[in-house]
C-alpha cells in the first residue's frame, strides 16, 4: 500500500527534535521509560534471511525494544495533521508509530519516530549508535512479539527525505525508525539532517 497522502509532505524534521545545541553526541543515560529488562535477542541462527518471515497479521504496536543502545519504550499513536503531515511525539518519550502505515509485522514499511532531545535525552538520542545487524523488537496489542534486523542506517539533508523509500512499497514486512541528527541550526532551531534505520522482518515470538 502506497501512502499516497504523505509521500509529497512528510518529513520529520520541522518539528521532531530540538532543545540542545551542537552535534549529536552519545548521553550518559539509556534513553529508556521502562523499568523491564532489556528486549531479547534473538539467537543468529534461529532468525530468517530478511524479508523471508512470513507477514503478521495488524496488531497495534505497544512497546519498543532496541537491546544495544538500551531502549525499551511504549508507543503512542501518530496520526496527520491538517497539513497532511505525520505528527511527531509531543515530549521527548514515548517514541510513535504512524498508524495510517502497516502495523510492524505486516506486509509493507512500518514508521516509528522518536525525538533524539526534547528538554533533554530522548527515546532516540542513542540511535546513532545503532549498527548493521542489530535487533528491534515490538510487542503488539495480541502478544506477538515481531523481530527486526536492521539492514542500514543512513543520514539524510532534511530537503533531501527520501520519502518514497521511507513509506513507498516493499514486498516484505519492514521498519522504519526515524528522528533528527547531525547538527542543531541554532537560528531555526532544528537539527539539520534526519537518521533513518531501516529494517526487516527476520522473526516472530511470544
Not at 512500518?110 to 542489530?134: E, T
Request: negative net charge.
Amino acid at each position: 500500500m502506497v501512502m499516497a497522502a504523505l509521500l509529497a509532505t512528510i518529513t520529520i524534521g520541522a518539528t521532531a527534535c530540538s532543545g540542545q545545541t551542537g552535534a549529536v553526541v552519545a548521553p550518559s543515560v539509556s534513553a529508556t521509560n521502562l523499568t523491564a529488562s532489556s528486549s531479547p535477542q534473538v539467537p543468529s541462527s534461529t532468525l530468517a534471511p530478511a524479508g523471508k518471515t512470513a507477514e503478521l497479521s495488524r496488531s497495534t504496536p505497544v512497546r519498543l525494544q532496541i537491546a544495544s543502545i538500551g531502549v525499551d519504550s511504549t508507543l503512542m499513536t501518530l496520526g496527520l495533521r491538517s497539513d497532511g503531515s505525520m505528527q511527531v511525539p509531543t515530549g521527548g518519550f514515548p517514541a510513535g508509530w504512524y498508524s495510517g502505515g502497516p502495523t510492524p509485522g505486516e506486509l509493507g514499511p512500518a514508521v516509528i519516530a522518536g525525538h533524539v532531545d526534547m528538554k533533554g535525552p530522548g527515546v532516540f538520542y542513542n540511535l546513532h549508535d545503532v549498527k548493521v545487524g542489530d535487533q528491534v523488537t515490538i510487542t503488539e496489542a495480541d502478544g506477538s512479539k515481531p523481530v527486526f534486523r536492521v539492514t542500514q542506517v543512513a543520514e539524510y539533508l532534511k530537503d533531501q527525505f527520501p520519502t518514497k523509500r521511507v513509506y513507498g512499497n516493499i514486498d516484505h514486512a519492514g521498519l522504519r525508525l526515524i528522528t533528527c541528527g547531525g547538527t542543531f541550526d541554532s537560528q531555526s532551531g532544528h537539527y539539520e539532517d534526519n537518521l533513518i534505520v531501516f529494517a526487516d522482518l527476520v522473526a516472530t515470538t511470544r
